[in-house]
């Protein structure tokens, strides 16, 4: 079999199911409140996503910007607008608490170990963790993959058998084809056999989150499909990684993470 294969996996929703545990309403309040934000105008969830995260995400996942600072620059218009005062230093310390939190919950499932390791050992297969994030994401997800034994670099980087591919690295979010240009010369001049997709597409956020809605997400499995094939010139199959119950739980994540697993041996054999 000539050329290599490529095998794409998502982060959040997919790798790490606590990445989106952390917008259970319990969770994102307590972290809101334990952090500061909330009694700086953060307060309540609805605010959180249509007045802060929502305004701010393309740009915040597409550029270094980072999580923090796009929280401080959306929570003190909202703080001034409800005449609080909020010094500059101690607004940052409250955003790098809450991403600190956030990121402590964006753990990789250990579910996913012997697949990772066994896919980083493989000839001819490069992997990269893909995602739409914000820039602390990288050197975090880096770290993940180290803590499991599995040697990976930044995309743009490159040079490793397992690589992570942030659209706040690449400019450009992964429903782009920007993004996957920007990959493309990373993976060598060997053609590709195939491009193996695992992602949840953002069906596992969050209800409140809009990034998870059903329309959205069907439009971005679609158009990253498309994208993948014109891109990289290969056969793309997908695995779409949802959970008929978002939260996962009673060995739903653990058993769907197996199904991956198995779809994907298949599919890097072939």
């Known amino acids: ?3 290599q294969v490529l095998v ?43 007045e802060v995260v929502d305004p701010t995400w393309e740009v915040a996942a597409t550029t270094s910007c980072g ?7 959306r929570v003190r218009a909202l703080a001034e607008a409800r005449g609080l005062e909020a010094e500059e230093e101690d607004l940052r310390a409250r955003a790098e608490a809450f991403v600190a939190r956030y990121l402590a919950y964006s753990a990789i499932d250990p579910a996913w170990g012997p697949l990772l390791r066994e896919l980083a050992a493989r000839p001819g297969v490069t992997t990269v963790v893909a995602t739409d994030h914000y820039a602390e994401a990288t050197p975090h997800i880096l770290g993940q993959l180290a803590a ?3 040697a990976a670099a930044p ?18 979010l992964k429903a782009d084809r920007a993004f996957w240009q920007r990959l493309r010369p990373v ?32 439009r971005r ?18 695995f779409c990684f949802w959970l008929a119950d978002r939260r996962g739980e009673g060995g739903a994540y653990e058993a769907l993470v197996g199904e991956a697993g198995d779809f994907l041996r298949r599919a890097v054999a072939k």
């Not at 999580?67 to 620059?73: F, I, K, P, S």
């Not at 995309?155 to 450009?172: F, I, K, T, Y």
């Open 1 to 3: 079999m000539s050329g």
């Open 8 to 50: 794409v996996l998502d982060f959040s929703g997919t790798l790490s199911l606590g990445a989106v545990r952390f917008a259970r309403d319990e969770v994102l309040r307590q972290a809101l409140v334990e952090s500061g934000l909330w009694e700086l105008g953060v307060d309540s969830l609805e605010t959180f996503w249509r």
């Open 67 to 73: 999580y923090a600072r796009a929280l401080c620059e």
């Open 148 to 150: 499991m034994g599995v």
């Open 155 to 172: 995309a743009l980087q490159g040079g490793a058998r397992v690589l992570v591919a942030n659209s706040a690295d690449l400019g450009a």
């Open 187 to 218: 993976l060598g001049k060997e053609p590709l056999r195939r491009v193996v997709l695992v992602d949840d597409f953002g069906a596992n956020e969050g209800v409140l989150d809009s990034y998870g809605d059903r329309s959205r997400v069907e």
């Open 221 to 238: 499995v679609a158009a990253t499909a498309e994208v993948l094939g014109g891109v990289f010139g290969a056969p793309v199959q997908v």
